[in-house]
């Protein structure tokens, strides 16, 4: 009689469930993997970084922290910054031709966080760098990177890495310039951030490399420097120069080598920048400039510029150079009628941001 539960019967058996078991076994680690790979490297909620619109553009990448900073990167007309903020005061002029930008028409607004490469007086138009449609990818928590297209007459691609700190305002900016030529490349890193207007400059001196008798160099339009220049928005107290408004002409150049400066702005929000100087290296502006102002009147923009320049590099094909600016918004009371900055109190407040 034959036995339903004999040995050849259950060994059959057992083999129908292994199998059924093990395809659902495989199953159960195909979806785990799909999962964790979802939720890693294509994920778009990358801790502190999200793609936003901002204004009138679309796709931008926000970068917020636990201290309420926020920076918006934008890449549609040359790659800015275009918002950076903290607890909801803005730093920088945000022109009122942005929110104007359309994919499709010709205008190329150009305010709020710049970048550029120098020297002012030798680099070529550089559209594609300057205006054109830029590539933009977070990198992960609190970073992204913009990247350009190559520019053909200055043989440059522009790299822009951007981190911010988790729990301060802290913005790092590299700029890398990538050689895409067939021969060496010489240029150099230029700020040129539009803050708020109405702010206070204060510039740091360095009496061990001063070259300008005054402390700085004045430009009357493009063609005369002004090596002696004297105007009442400009005072040195201390070892500082304090730029106090719009002075008669807007740019102002200078030879400090401290590495930092700061722009008192009206909103309580001192803008510090701190970056590497190289006192023997050969800085390419046309009076060997390592910091410039671009301070006009109010009617005309309203915006203060803020420029630290890089030392001259040398790229090979192929190779890169970069700089790195280093931002930061922290609280500081903007002076009343008649009061003084406390110049010692901003310059402990950078000692501490360098700790």
């Known amino acids: ?16 469930i292994s199998s059924k078991y093990l395809s659902m076994y495989k199953k159960n680690i195909i979806l785990l993997f799909f999962f964790l790979i979802g939720n890693t490297v294509f994920s778009d909620e ?39 903020r903290q607890d909801g005061k803005e730093s920088l002029f945000i022109g009122p ?3 104007e930008w359309q994919p499709d028409n010709n205008k190329k607004p150009s305010s709020a966080g710049r970048f550029d490469i120098g020297p002012e007086y030798l680099i070529p138009k550089r559209k594609e760098l300057w ?65 708020i207007h109405g702010g206070i400059g204060i510039v740091p001196l360095t009496p061990n490399h001063k070259r300008f008798p005054n402390g700085y160099i004045m430009m009357r339009g493009r063609d005369e420097m002004l090596i002696l220049p004297e105007d009442p928005m400009i005072r040195k107290r201390g070892n500082y120069l304090e730029i106090l408004g719009p002075p008669s002409e807007p740019k102002l150049g200078f030879d ?15 803008f510090i920048k701190t970056y590497k100087t190289f006192p023997n290296r050969l800085y390419g502006e046309i009076a060997g400039l390592t910091l410039s102002i671009w301070y006009p009147k109010k009617d005309w923009v309203r915006a203060c510029e803020l420029e630290p320049i890089g030392p001259m590099e040398e790229i090979k094909p192929g190779q890169n ?25 901003i310059q402990s407040k950078v000692e501490k941001l360098n700790q």
């Open 131 to 195: 205006s054109g449609v830029w590539e933009s990818e977070i990198t992960g928590e609190r970073s992204a990177r913009l990247i350009s297209k190559v520019s053909q007459d200055a043989g440059i691609r522009l790299i822009r890495e951007f981190t911010l700190a988790e729990n301060s305002s802290h913005l790092i900016c590299t700029q890398i310039m990538q050689n895409e030529s067939s021969k060496i490349q010489r240029w150099c890193h230029w700020g040129r951030m539009f803050a």
């Open 256 to 270: 400090s080598f401290a590495g930092w400066f700061a722009y008192q702005m009206p909103n309580d929000l001192a």
């Open 1 to 16: 009689m034959h036995n339903p539960l004999s040995s050849a019967y259950l060994t059959k058996a057992d083999n129908i």
């Open 321 to 345: 150079a970069s700089f790195t600016e280093n931002w930061y918004l922290i609280d500081n009371p903007y002076p009343n009628n008649n009061e003084l900055l406390d110049l010692s109190l």
């Open 46 to 84: 990358i801790i502190g970084a999200k793609r936003i619109k901002f204004l009138n553009y679309p796709n931008c990448i926000e970068l917020k922290n636990s201290s309420n900073t926020v920076v918006v990167l934008g890449h549609h007309v040359g790659g800015r910054v275009l918002s950076y």
């Open 97 to 99: 031709n942005e929110k």
